[in-house]
């Protein structure tokens, strides 16, 4: 959140004259919560974090305030304020920057979805351009290719037609080409697939295991070739299943088991009930779990039809659904309902780190301070279990 949106929430608020301003609050960091603290900042620079100075410590965290978190870090962001990353514009990055820095995000990867070759190059190329032109004033610090290279049994809602297994004739150029992208996802068990793992591993690009139908064992050999992350955990993967007397497992089941493997989480309170959030904490715990949004161009907007990678989408409320799959679902809203599960599950235990931690960014992305050490303060409001 920005220093002009933190100073206009209210709550907690103590002004402290044009360019000195005090959020009181419950302050979660990575090193720890605080039950009655303090942020201060003077104009675009934080000055004091930590317990309210010349007050007595409260004895409990009083009901009435707002969480106040770090900026998030959203490695999983399509689009928002009705723009989508595959525009292959700044002025479509510029809007989903704003779309989402309103919700708390300060740094987020523009992700890409399955398309052609030459569209996912023409959106690399404003994400390159958006992040050396505009590093001061935008959120976004890297990309996120997802797709093509996806199991069409578990294409979800990326378009099928463009599926592809991966060559190195297709992702060798945009490698060499972009230093933006920082995160791939792909299906495992697709011929080619390890390849690709050991060549973003040799670059220290992010892979991650998505879209996938991989038994337990394929995860394994994955693992071994660099995947270190799952997308969307729950979401079109594989789980366990029965070949004949005999159970196998799937991602899912690997993503909780292998402790090398990181996870990501919708968490908009939809995909995923907080009983299985939870399950996720405790087999992964919080060091290992992102929160992400998934979202898509209608973030922010609201009820209406819409676009996703050529396909049509109704979002009913917070529920976008592909009109030829009713039970498709992709996250909008990056603010209320994925703060409210962040609130239930991950903030009690003060973990608020993850993100950058999977991605290799604590401290700088391109020049830009992220992640906790970052101006951007998010707020919160409390809720219960």
């Given amino acids: 959140m920005s220093v002009d949106a933190a100073q206009g929430t209210g709550a907690g608020r103590e002004p402290r004259?044009?360019?000195?301003?005090?959020?009181?609050?419950?302050?979660?960091?990575?090193?720890?919560?605080?039950a009655d603290g303090a942020v201060r900042w003077e104009?675009?620079?934080?000055?004091?974090?930590?317990?309210?100075?010349?007050?007595?410590?409260?004895?409990?965290?009083?009901?009435?305030?707002?969480y106040i978190v770090p900026g998030f870090v959203d490695l999983?962001?399509?689009?928002?304020?009705?723009?989508?990353?595959?525009?292959?514009?700044?002025?479509?990055?510029?809007?989903i920057s704003k779309t989402?820095?309103?919700?708390?995000?300060?740094?987020?990867?523009?992700?890409?979805?399955?398309?052609?070759?030459?569209?996912?190059?023409?959106?690399?190329?404003?994400?390159?351009?958006c992040i050396q032109e505009r590093q001061a004033e935008t959120t976004v610090v890297g990309a996120?290719?997802?797709?093509?290279?996806?199991?069409?049994?578990?294409?979800?809602?990326?378009?099928?037609?463009?599926?592809?297994?991966?060559?190195s004739t297709d992702y060798l150029p945009l490698l060499e080409?972009?230093?933006?992208?920082?995160?791939?996802?792909?299906?495992p068990e697709l011929k080619g697939a390890l390849a690709l793992g050991r060549e973003l591993r040799r670059r220290g690009v992010l892979a991650s295991i998505a879209h996938t139908d991989a038994t337990y064992t394929q995860v394994r050999r994955a693992i071994e070739a660099g995947y270190s992350h799952v997308t969307h955990i729950y979401s079109a993967m594989s789980s366990v299943r029965r070949r004949n007397a005999y159970r196998i497992a799937g991602v899912v089941e690997a993503a909780l088991l292998e402790e090398s493997l990181s996870v990501e989480v919708i968490a908009d309170g939809h995909h995923l009930p907080p009983s299985l959030l939870r399950l996720v904490i405790r087999c992964k715990g919080p060091g290992k779990v992102c929160?992400?949004?998934?979202?898509?161009?209608?973030?922010?907007?609201?009820?209406g039809s819409y676009q996703l990678g050529g396909l049509d989408v109704v979002v009913d409320g917070l529920h976008p659904l592909r009109v030829e799959h009713l039970d498709v679902k992709k996250t909008v809203e990056g603010d209320e309902s994925f703060?409210?599960?962040?609130?239930?599950?991950?903030?009690?235990?003060?973990?608020?780190?993850?993100?950058?931690?999977?991605?290799?960014?604590?401290?700088?992305?391109?020049?830009?301070?992220?992640?906790p050490q970052s101006a951007g303060v998010g707020q919160l409001k409390p809720t219960q279990p």
């Fill in 291 to 303: 929160a992400v949004t998934d979202a898509i161009s209608a973030a922010g907007l609201g009820p």
């Fill in 339 to 371: 703060l409210q599960v962040i609130g239930v599950i991950l903030i009690p235990d003060g973990h608020v780190d993850a993100p950058e931690q999977v991605i290799g960014a604590q401290g700088m992305a391109f020049g830009k301070e992220i992640g």
């Fill in 100 to 129: 989402h820095l309103q919700g708390g995000t300060t740094s987020l990867l523009a992700t890409t979805l399955t398309a052609p070759i030459e569209q996912i190059e023409e959106a690399l190329e404003a994400v390159e351009q």
């Fill in 144 to 167: 996120h290719i997802e797709g093509p290279y996806f199991n069409a049994s578990q294409a979800g809602a990326q378009n099928s037609e463009h599926l592809r297994e991966p060559a």
């Fill in 43 to 66: 104009g675009d620079s934080l000055t004091y974090v930590g317990p309210r100075q010349g007050k007595p410590a409260a004895a409990a965290e009083p009901s009435d305030l707002p």
């Fill in 76 to 95: 999983h962001v399509h689009g928002g304020g009705g723009r989508d990353t595959m525009e292959g514009s700044d002025d479509a990055l510029a809007e």
């Fill in 17 to 34: 004259g044009r360019s000195a301003c005090e959020l009181r609050g419950i302050v979660v960091t990575p090193a720890q919560r605080i």
């Fill in 177 to 187: 080409r972009f230093s933006c992208i920082r995160r791939f996802s792909a299906a």
